[in-house]
């Protein structure tokens, strides 16, 4: 069975419309981080998440309404499944960080529940069927916030490094930049449509974009392994036909490998729970732009790259590669 | 050609029966009820607070503090020689937690002055700054040290009073290379209470009363304003908890008998049978406690707790080894510290950076959800390969269970945190597992496609396809390792099991695919794949 028949498609000619069609993206996404800026899970911002377990169907206008200062810039939404009767509570403000001042925030949206007769709440759920109790709260303080922000962006900096020189060791130099590019060129997407969404950078979300670059790459480089296996098989033609000709051969484990691994994250967005939402959204976003980004961004650049200079072999081809190749030759 | 095809296949049943066994027999059995060995219990797989529900706090350790009290003591010391050796000196004052200055120090005496300071001289620096004042830095490496040592005593501390609260399998654990720790505590719902025994800084001390109880103004005026340099002004306990206290001591600054001499404690009552904690002192403690009361009959004694006043009994008679201290307890905050005096004080004050209080019901949901998204998904994708890859697909579905398998069973004998987005990383372990399979069998068909033979289109498949999964997997190794790295708590554990099943994949896909096919294979000739 197969998806395309000796599919044939020049999807190189194609590399600057797409090139453009990323740009507006990355630019729209841009421009709404600019202009509103780009929502924050208390885990950086800092600030208070309350989860109140009800005994009835709250309203979740009154919740608003009874929060000190109105609810001004507070986040008022149900939590999980509606027959839980579960509401998160969010307020961007945390209790001071000194001593255990940090739950005086958290303890003052319990009080104001009471005082505006929603529900006594009587403390921390003691166990599952308990109702009117806080279900969970999480609060942060600036400072955790801050470190967790600049360990982030560590992470995917030295991630980044990593894999440009595992691929300029393993590929070209071309390769490797078209790989980080592509990657760079996933994350400011997914980061845009976060942006477009609404979807709040949390830690998992992070995490999601980490995995991202890890499925991107993993990608990019599937598709480079049959180019770098192409380049010395047709030492006539131009990269831009050797980058073609393994896109199309590869076509059909693209569409396969993306559609099930999108299956399995949509499985997850969708039956999850609410602490995963994001996630799978930013993968779902992620997986899409990620096997985009492999044809039309990295192995564009390696045609853009390597276009204006004579097709080489590869100098530094692993011994394993040029003996099991050779030994094919012979066999045929 | 397949003569090691039979060990090759009794490895796979023997791994995969390991594994489930380790792995996935222990959760089967906590959801079914089924009998469980204690020795498999032991190593069932651990899951996260995100999961089990319970506490996270995370707090830094004010190093300062114990920083200020080192300092502090070293003045006393010096002070305390300078009246020995008959120096005179103007003005002995802590100025910041690692400095403390000495004024008015008589030419004349200078020298005498430089002896004492030579006994403090191995952990603080003398700077003259002229007129006869001089600065006294504690040394850079001695800073360093005490900061270290005060976190790590902070953790000690902190396990021992978790510990005295029965909860089961704690965790306390220092953030590396700052002064951060986060302590973990399941199936806790209680975090006022928690965070009220972990942060009770504890520090017990006796302190002969000089004056008092007054107001601030009118003990000052029995001084004429200025406190003499060996003697403080401590507050009484408030008689509301929280207000500022209305009262004060003039007290001893050293204290003679501290926390540190206690050998037990424990709560009672005292002779009015109100709530009370009765102590008993270690036979150094004992000793001066005993010379203590014994000079000072008939004077009062401060009990201190925290800089705040507890109570300030007469001293009726020679006390040494046991005594009460009483004064508005209600049971329980008898009991609380008792507990805190019996686990050591704090060197230093905590300062909560977060909490998170993850519910019951809360992490039952998650573990739901997660379990149902990862069935549904793996179902998903079994579909699909039965469907497109006919009988092959067969194998990339033993191959993908027994990645699953062996990964559950490697977390769980390891002792790695199952997490939320440790479930994520885990459903993402399904989809390179796909991958691989699917890389393999395209290539097989595109190797059919090129008219060769079934043996010969397999091994081609295998042996091409290894380096483009060596070089996938290592990039993705390469990341995986950066989020372990930079990662906390949860996102560890998404880190964690992505790279444990990368590893497991790398064995399934090659290793387990390929025997099966071989299997196939040595059956019979076999004229068509189904593929």
Redesign the interface.
């Known amino acids: 069975?197969?998806i395309f028949k000796n599919p044939n498609f020049d999807f190189i000619r194609w590399k600057w419309h797409a090139i453009a069609l990323s740009w507006v993206i990355i630019l729209i996404g841009a421009i709404g981080i600019w202009t509103k800026g780009m929502p924050k899970g208390v885990e950086f911002s800092g600030g208070t998440i309350v989860?109140v377990?009800f005994d009835q169907q709250p309203d979740l206008d009154k919740i608003r309404a009874s929060l000190p200062g109105g609810g001004a810039n507070a986040i008022v939404q149900q939590y999980?499944d509606p027959t839980?009767k579960q509401v998160m509570i969010r307020v961007h403000s945390a209790g001071a960080?000194?001593?255990?001042?940090?739950?005086a925030t958290a303890d003052q949206v319990t009080k104001s529940l009471g005082q505006a007769g929603l529900a006594q709440i009587t403390?921390?759920?003691?166990?599952?069927?308990?109702t009117n109790?806080?279900?969970?709260?999480?609060?942060?303080?600036p400072?955790?916030g801050q470190e967790?922000q600049s360990?982030?962006i560590?992470?995917t900096v030295?991630?980044l490094a990593?894999?440009l020189v595992?691929?300029a060791f393993?590929f070209r130099f071309s390769f490797a930049v078209g790989a980080v590019v592509a990657t760079i060129h996933d994350l400011l997407i997914t980061l845009a449509f976060l942006a477009l969404f609404k979807y709040e950078l949390s830690?998992?979300v992070?995490?999601?974009l980490?995995?991202i670059?890890?499925?991107s790459?993993?990608d990019t480089?599937?598709i480079y392994?049959r180019v770098r296996?192409n380049m010395r098989q047709m030492r006539r033609d131009d990269i831009a036909s050797v980058v073609n000709a393994a896109v199309n051969?590869?076509l059909?484990?693209t569409m396969?490998?993306g559609?099930?691994?999108l299956?399995?994250?949509i499985?997850?967005y969708?039956?999850?729970?609410?602490?995963?939402k994001g996630?799978?959204f930013t993968?779902i976003v992620g997986i899409i732009t990620g096997t985009y980004s492999s044809v039309f961004i990295a192995a564009a650049i390696v045609v853009i790259w390597q276009g204006r200079k004579p097709l080489k072999v590869a100098p530094a081809a692993?011994a394993?590669?040029a003996r099991?190749s050779g030994k094919?030759a012979r066999?045929? | 050609m397949y003569k090691n095809l039979r060990w090759k296949l009794l490895t796979i049943v023997v791994v995969i029966a390991v594994f489930f066994t380790v792995g996935v027999y222990p959760l089967m059995a906590d959801h079914f009820h089924w009998p469980l060995p204690a020795a498999l219990k032991a190593h069932s797989l651990k899951l996260g607070l995100d999961l089990k529900g319970g506490v996270q706090l995370e707090l830094r350790v004010n190093t300062d503090d114990a920083l200020r009290i080192t300092t502090t003591s070293t003045s006393e010391q010096l002070r305390d020689s300078l009246k020995n050796s008959n120096t005179a000196y103007g003005n002995i004052t802590v100025a910041a937690p690692t400095t403390f200055r000495v004024e008015g120090i008589p030419q004349d005496r200078d020298s005498a002055f430089r002896t004492a300071a030579d006994e403090i001289a191995t952990n603080y620096d003398r700077n003259p700054q002229g007129a006869g004042t001089y600065e006294f830095r504690m040394k850079p490496t001695v800073e360093r040290d005490l900061r270290e040592q005060a976190v790590d005593q902070t953790l000690q501390t902190i396990d021992r009073r978790v510990n005295e609260l029965g909860v089961t399998e704690p965790q306390i654990a220092r953030q590396p290379q700052n002064d951060q720790i986060i302590v973990q505590l399941p199936g806790v719902s209680d975090v006022a209470h928690a965070k009220d025994i972990i942060g009770k800084t504890a520090i017990l001390e006796f302190k002969l009363v000089e004056a008092g109880p007054g107001t601030k103004d009118d003990l000052l005026k029995q001084y004429n304003g200025t406190l003499p340099g060996d003697m403080e002004m401590v507050p009484g306990s408030a008689t509301t908890a929280g207000e500022p206290a209305s009262v004060f001591y003039v007290v001893r600054k050293i204290a003679t008998v501290t926390g540190q001499d206690l050998r037990l404690a424990k709560p009672g009552l005292d002779e009015n049978n109100q709530p009370a904690v009765h102590f008993e002192l270690k036979s150094a403690g004992a000793q001066k406690f005993g010379k203590l009361s014994g000079e000072n009959i008939g004077r009062y004694l401060a009990i201190v707790l925290d800089n705040r006043i507890i109570s300030a009994p007469r001293l009726e008679g020679r006390i040494t080894d046991q005594g009460r201290i009483s004064g508005g307890f209600t049971a329980e905050s008898a009991n609380d510290l008792a507990l805190t005096l019996r686990s050591g004080s704090l060197p230093a004050s905590l300062t909560y950076l977060s909490e998170t209080v993850v519910g019951p019901s809360l992490g039952a949901d998650s573990i739901r959800a997660g379990v149902i998204a990862s069935f549904v998904g793996l179902l998903l994708i079994m579909a699909f390969m039965l469907i497109y890859y006919k009988l092959s697909g067969i194998n990339a579905i033993v191959a993908l269970v027994a990645n699953l398998v062996i990964l559950l069973g490697l977390m769980a004998y390891i002792g790695a945190v199952m997490t939320l987005p440790g479930i994520a990383g885990f459903v993402l372990t399904m989809g390179v597992g796909v991958d691989s399979n699917v890389l393999i069998f395209e290539r097989i068909k595109e190797e059919l496609a090129a008219q060769r033979g079934v043996r010969a289109a397999i091994n081609a498949g295998f042996s091409r396809v290894f380096l483009t999964l060596l070089d996938t997997h290592v990039a993705s190794l390469i990341s995986a390792l950066f989020l372990f790295q930079f990662g906390t708590g949860p996102i560890r554990g998404f880190a964690t099991t992505l790279s444990i099943g990368l590893f497991v994949n790398l064995f399934t896909s090659i290793f387990v695919s390929k025997a099966l096919y071989e299997f196939e294979l040595s059956k019979r000739q076999v004229p068509a794949l189904s593929i």
Do not use: W
């Not at chain 1, 403390?123 to 308990?130: D, F, K, M, P, V």
């Not at chain 1, 109790?133 to 303080?141: K, S, V």
């Not at chain 1, 969708?270 to 995963?276: A, D, K, Q």
């Open positions: 069975m197969h989860i377990k999980g839980q960080e000194t001593g255990a001042e940090l739950s403390g921390h759920c003691l166990n599952a069927s308990a109790c806080i279900a969970g709260t999480e609060i942060i303080g400072t955790v967790l360990r982030g560590m992470a030295f991630a990593g894999i595992y691929i393993r830690l998992n992070i995490a999601a980490l995995t670059t890890g499925y790459m993993n480089i599937v392994d296996e051969q590869m059909d484990r396969i490998t559609g099930l691994t299956l399995s994250v499985a997850l969708f039956f999850g729970g609410e602490v995963l996630f799978a993968m692993p394993a590669t099991k094919r066999a045929s």
